[in-house]
């Protein structure tokens, strides 16, 4: 029988922003393609829906065309004017979870900008622009086809007001382009894309029906993402509630002064000022005992009795992610092991309907997937839906799963052997062992709130 480590073990997961639902948009230049994005944006009123504009991806320009640009003598409506390649890699990069650097272009220079965007764990994008319906590789990507319709005066008075208070246009500028090059490509390129649309609409943010149908489809989208991503996590909790605890986990030696420490940890009739004090003592262990898991080479060195003394130095550097907010209790004691230690932040909290865990937040070290380790802290685990999405998060940023090592004073059984199935090389360093579903009171007590 294989053991709990061999990777035809290893379970499955997938957090709720793998395969992002993509809308696009696209319509005349002036049609109301980003007033319609942004009024579904409104109406889902969701902190996971994103929007991408297809100017974004404007290829660099070499120097005669970025004077002809300034000329307004270079054609940016066809085709050839975007980085589709770019386009494709990134959407792709997002469906499977990835992160991706989205370009920043510059319309007032006419040149895209040397930093980027980065956007991650969006559940929902919304890609618009003149030709989002254009090539057939981004067809393959989408889950729903929207074409933008408006008659060409209304267009162009559009366009004319934006690209004189936006782009640093003049009238006659705007007028040169409309004749030269949006007019004709609009009969070649744009108008084409109807007949590959799921939903046509006029009058743009006006059509309300559209703007429902829309925001609906997304809605039960949605909904089958959650209901799925909770079947997922309730399978996986569902069969290793008796299976033994993986090699990977590293429970601390329970000595004397360790149970005392807990004793007056876990004493309800502990003052504030002594949980504090001693948890910070337990939390400098755990981390303590978590960079063991760190590469170590050998190091000789002279002591001041000048004998020489064969050691260790660490190899690479560690860095650290907190999970918020409770994870916030682990950093006196980080700083007293690693007093310079590169921190990130993570926020996931649980839906108070659905009890799914949420990915709200996250700011990471720069860098991190360069770091010898990572400890992700978090002082209780319960079912590990939290650890679980922690994990892939750091996975989804380039961090090797060798590295990282989890630290968290109280954790469920079935929460550990629910990590360690789908992420069998992370490293546990835990304090204790508890029931599957202890309420989180250290933050509370720690805290003071």
């Known amino acids: 029988m294989a053991s ?126 003149i030709l989002a319906l254009h090539d057939p590789r981004v067809l393959e990507l989408l889950d729903m086809k929207i074409f933008c319709e408006a008659d060409a005066d209304t267009c162009l008075s559009r366009r004319l007001l934006r690209d004189i208070a936006e782009r640093g246009r003049d009238a006659e500028g705007c007028i040169k382009q409309w004749f030269a090059f949006v007019k004709p490509n609009f009969e070649r390129f744009v108008e084409p894309q109807r007949k590959v649309a799921d939903i046509i609409v006029p009058r743009g943010i006006e059509n309300t029906v559209a703007i429902t149908m ?46 005392g420490i807990s004793t007056i940890i876990q004493d309800m009739d502990t003052s504030p000022e002594d949980f504090i004090f001693y948890f910070d003592r337990i939390a400098t262990l755990l981390i303590e005992h978590a960079l063991n898991n760190t590469n170590f080479g050998v190091k000789t060195i002279e002591t001041p009795t000048k004998h020489v003394y064969n050691g260790y130095q660490r190899n690479g550097e560690p860095s650290a992610v907190v999970i918020l907010r409770a994870g916030a209790a682990f950093e006196t004691g980080l700083k007293r092991v690693i007093p310079d230690c590169k921190t990130g932040r993570i926020l996931i909290q649980s839906n108070i309907r659905t009890g799914e865990p949420e990915l709200h937040y996250q700011k990471l070290p720069i860098g991190i997937q360069t770091q010898d380790c990572v400890l992700l802290l978090d002082p209780q685990m319960s079912s590990g839906g939290a650890a679980l999405m922690s994990v892939q998060v750091l996975l989804d940023h380039g961090v090797a799963e060798e590295r990282i090592v989890f630290v968290t004073y109280f954790a469920g059984k079935m929460g550990l052997n629910r990590l360690t199935k789908v992420f069998p090389l ?24």
């Open 4 to 129: 709990q480590d061999s990777p035809s073990q290893k379970a499955h997961y997938s957090p709720p922003w793998n395969n992002v639902t993509i809308i696009g948009i696209a319509g005349s230049s002036g049609s109301g393609k980003s007033s319609l994005s942004r009024a579904i944006l409104s109406a889902l009123n969701l902190p996971w829906v994103a929007i991408v504009g297809l100017d974004s991806f404007y290829k660099p320009l070499n120097e005669e065309d970025h004077a002809k640009a300034h000329r307004n003598e270079l054609d940016l409506d066809a085709p050839e004017a975007i980085d589709f390649d770019l386009l494709v890699e990134l959407l792709q990069d997002l469906k499977h979870g990835r992160r991706a650097e989205i370009p920043i272009y510059s319309f007032n220079n006419h040149q895209r900008e040397s930093k980027t965007t980065s956007l991650y764990s969006p559940h929902v994008l919304v890609l618009e622009g």
């Open 214 to 259: 829309v925001t609906q489809y997304i809605e039960r989208k949605l909904i089958e993402k959650s209901k799925a991503h909770r079947a997922e996590l309730k399978k996986l909790g569902s069969n290793c509630e008796n299976e033994p605890l993986a090699s990977s986990v590293a429970v601390l030696e329970q000595t004397s002064q360790l149970k």
């Open 426 to 449: 992370v490293k546990v360093v835990v304090c204790e062992i508890v029931a599957d579903y202890e309420p989180r009171w250290i933050e509370k007590r720690y805290f003071r709130c």
